[in-house]
């Protein structure tokens, strides 16, 4: 099968960062189907060959795993060319319909990896060259809008010139091993199904912690901020894998509803909500990893007094028969003490008590996404020094867990999110991708919360880069009685 993959925004951050060196994974494991042509597009003066000069000095810095050999570029770079073009310059588009002419792939993906802005204009453009054709397919990266209206304007754009199954809006957290591994915990074993519910769990946190700053994107992300950069899309996506029902079978379709109905399900914020269960965090100056660090308003290209959020916590409800009254309390920022994604379980305490254990709710399960990819199962079991306790009864039970990772069980390197989800792409399937009304529902639920920050009522808390945010984040959940994992 051959394809031609255009790039549009082919020397910009997430081209670099992200997919050139997923490309390269893909060529390197011998998956990406040979016969295809990368072509990336911007509005730099270059040709292929200036081209893949600029993207072989690129590799040089990244870790010498992941870095390919002279011999090896040379192979990789066959498949790189470039094109010039402006995304409003109609003739530019003709010279891509011609460009791509040259050999018609049985597969055309048109990659948006640029600002959301030009998706409508570029989709329109596409469509006036004839590029949208069966053989397209569109990969929108995220976040897809600003707001409910404009994500709403851009899907009715892109719905308009493609139908709904050549369109495939990015989330690379559902392409990441560790998130399949949470579908399979829930979808391929019996055993946690019957406690995946109200009656058992008492409460489920949700982490994306990152210890890097905006690095290189301070313009992008002050006009962004972690609400839309994470939690609308990549802290939803997973909250809807921990509390789907269970998809009739692994067909996009299947999937999507299932997800579709958690996010339809979540309890809509009222005033009360928004003051008592939402923190809103900036980092100042700190430490990270034993360096000293800016705070967010030092960073190159933000705006000096911005209002920007570099954290946020909130407590969720799904109003479902199975979640009722089960708080989800999610939270992700940049600057915090490590980087650490994960999701934990909380169960209920044992209903009565034979042990003299001080201990509530010591069961748990935590799902770790990153760094680790694995498990932990945490129980109570009697501790070392049994002796005491044939002489004078239960003693207090001790913690205990259970600990599987991943990496190290099965010892191969796994395939990255970026890549999977791009061979995804190039072969059709849909199930990691995001459909239109799932992300509109989102946006429906986050568009309170900015609209309550838009009128200037709560201000962004200041916490120091290398902590764990804003106080009040441990306040919210510590008035339902619980508290964060890292501080049980
Ligand atoms: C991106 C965000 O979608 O995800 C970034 O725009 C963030 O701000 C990144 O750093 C985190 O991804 P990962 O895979 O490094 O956890």
């Given at each position: 099968m051959s394809f031609d993959l255009v790039l549009f925004g082919g020397t910009g951050d997430l081209a670099w960062r992200k997919l050139m060196p997923a490309l390269f994974q893909a060529f390197r494991h011998g998956?990406?189907?040979?016969?295809g042509r990368i072509i990336g597009v911007a509005?730099?003066?270059?040709d292929d060959a200036a081209y893949r000069e600029l993207i072989r000095a690129r590799f040089e810095g990244v870790e010498l795993a992941k870095r390919p050999n002279p011999e090896e570029f040379d192979r990789f770079a066959a498949l790189l060319h470039y094109l010039r073009m402006d995304l409003s310059q109609p003739a530019d588009f003709a010279r891509l319909r011609e460009r791509l002419a040259e050999r018609d792939a049985d597969t055309v993906v048109m990659y948006l990896?640029?600002?959301?802005?030009?998706f409508g204009p570029a989709c329109e453009q596409l469509a006036a060259a004839g590029l949208?054709?069966?053989?397209t397919r569109l990969v929108l990266e995220k976040p897809?809008?600003?707001?409910l209206a404009s994500n709403r304007a851009i899907n009715e754009t892109v719905r308009g010139v493609l139908a709904e199954n050549q369109i495939f809006r990015i989330d690379h957290y559902l392409g990441k091993p560790s998130v399949q591994n949470l579908f399979a915990l829930r979808f391929g074993n019996a055993m946690f199904e019957p406690l995946w519910r109200r009656e058992t769990i008492a409460n489920i946190q949700l982490t994306i912690a990152e210890?890097?700053?905006?690095e290189k994107r301070g313009a992008f992300y002050d006009s962004t901020g972690a609400l839309r950069d994470m939690v609308q899309n990549h802290a939803l996506q997973l909250l809807c894998a921990i509390a789907?029902?269970?998809?009739?079978?692994?067909h996009a379709d299947a999937i999507r509803d299932e997800k579709l109905k958690v996010l339809r399900s979540l309890k809509p914020w009222s005033a009360a909500a928004l003051e008592q269960h939402l923190v809103r965090g900036q980092y100042t100056a700190g430490r990270v990893g034993g360096e000293a660090v800016p705070g967010y308003r030092e960073e190159a290209g933000v705006k000096p007094?911005?209002?920007?959020?570099?954290f946020v916590a909130l407590r969720a409800e799904i109003a479902?028969?199975?979640?009722?009254g089960v708080p989800f309390y999610l939270r992700t920022g940049k600057r915090l003490a490590q980087r650490d994604a994960r999701i934990v379980i909380n169960f209920r305490p044992a209903?009565?008590?034979?042990?003299?254990?001080?201990?509530?709710?010591?069961n748990r399960l935590v799902i770790h996404l990153q760094p680790k990819d694995g498990l932990e199962l945490h129980l109570l079991a009697e501790g070392q020094d049994n002796r005491q306790a044939s002489r004078q009864g239960p003693q207090p039970l001790a913690p205990v867990h259970l600990d599987l990772d991943f990496d190290k069980r099965f010892g191969v390197e796994r395939v990255g999110a970026y890549e999977r989800l791009l061979l995804d792409v190039i072969d059709g399937r849909l199930n990691l991708f995001v459909r239109a009304d799932e992300q509109e529902e989102a946006w429906r639920w986050v568009e309170p919360i900015l609209e309550h920050w838009r009128s200037g009522h709560a201000p962004p808390r200041p916490y120091a880069a290398?902590?764990?945010?804003?106080?009040a984040s441990s306040a919210m959940i510590a008035r339902d009685g619980y508290c964060w994992s890292e501080e049980a």
């Open positions: 998956s990406l189907p040979a016969g509005r730099d003066a270059l990896a640029t600002a959301p802005a030009l949208n054709t069966p053989r897809l809008g600003h707001d210890d890097l700053g905006v789907m029902e269970p998809p009739i079978n692994a007094g911005s209002e920007t959020e570099t479902n028969w199975r979640w009722a209903p009565h008590a034979i042990y003299r254990s001080p201990l509530g709710g010591a290398g902590s764990w945010g804003p106080s």
